[in-house]
């Protein structure tokens, strides 16, 4: 973990690291997640507790691989969908007198729909689900070289699209 690296050793191993990626996905601010992790290490004996700066730094150059055991020898049948999760906590009141945006994120994720794990997950603000669709799809081809089929919802029904998954 530490090998070719310049400066101090880390002090938290890359597991811990991954396991805070993990929860960062559903507990956005780290500051929330460094609180998470001080109530979890008082029931874990020797748990060292890193700052949320850390945090940050170590997960932000993380990569996480979600699910690594595809074979990519095998056809695979992807389903993409997205759910929106709200992070700020405005009123429906105030979005419309003051005309502001809504507080949501979108968590867009593609499923092997064989095996129900997540093979890939994107977090968009603001984007629209036809956006996301093509690339989502581009990227779980190049990683697993075995894309056969993409399904969706109906928020994916476009020209643009059907023309993307008729060509490929």
Do not use: C
Request: glycine share 6%.
């Amino acid at each position: 973990m530490n090998e070719e690296k310049e400066g101090a050793e880390y002090r938290y191993p890359a597991s811990l690291m991954s396991m805070l990626a993990a929860i960062h996905v559903y507990l956005p601010p780290y500051r929330e997640v460094e609180g998470f992790v001080r109530v979890f290490s008082e029931h874990v004996e020797g748990l060292r507790v890193p700052d949320y700066t850390t945090m940050w730094w170590r997960i932000s150059t993380t990569k996480v691989q979600l699910d690594p055991g595809v074979d990519p020898d095998e056809d695979v049948t992807i389903t993409i969908d997205s759910n929106g999760i709200k992070i700020s906590n405005r009123g429906e009141w105030i979005r419309q007198k003051w005309m502001a945006k809504s507080g949501f994120v979108k968590v867009h994720l593609a499923v092997y729909t064989k095996r129900g794990k997540i093979l890939l997950m994107q977090v968009t603000k603001d984007v629209h689900d036809r956006k996301i669709f093509v690339p989502l799809v581009e990227e779980e081809a190049s990683s697993t070289g075995s894309v056969t089929r993409a399904i969706g919802d109906g928020a994916y029904d476009s020209r643009e699209i059907f023309r993307h998954l008729d060509t490929n």
